[in-house]
């Protein structure tokens, strides 16, 4: 079982770039590929991309590749999701979460942090 706690969102202009934060408490964390999913209010749920602990594998959605880049850093048990050229688009609630790597599916969810921006 892990929590999640995400942080860095806020208001940017389109182009500009932010770096979102999620820390990570809990044991075993080594079983989890973590991941960032977005949503703005009344539509669903949109994959970003993900990355495990014990490898830093990455994989991102198409409509973020090329712009933004998730990381960890083992030592701080914390993750990063870095956007570059930012999209009025990008415009979301932005959601740090993760799944036991044996899973397709996240199992914990941060509190969500607000990214956006304008034109």
């Known amino acids: 079982q892990v929590q999640l706690a995400e942080s860095g969102g806020g208001l940017v202009q389109t182009g500009d770039s932010l770096r979102l934060s999620c820390e990570v408490s809990?044991?075993?964390?080594?079983?989890?590929?973590m991941g960032w999913v977005r949503q703005a209010p009344g539509k669903e749920r949109e994959f970003v991309g993900t990355?495990?602990?014990?490898?830093?594998?990455?994989f991102y959605s198409n409509a973020v590749k090329g712009r933004f880049t998730t990381s960890r850093d083992s030592a701080k048990n914390t993750v990063y999701l870095q956007m570059n050229d930012l999209k009025p688009e990008d415009t979301d609630v932005y959601y740090c979460a993760a799944r036991d790597v044996s899973r397709s599916e996240f199992d914990t969810w941060g509190q969500g942090t607000q990214v956006t921006v304008s034109s």
């Open positions: 809990g044991r075993d964390l080594y079983r989890y590929g």
């Open positions: 990355i495990t602990w014990s490898g830093g594998y990455t």
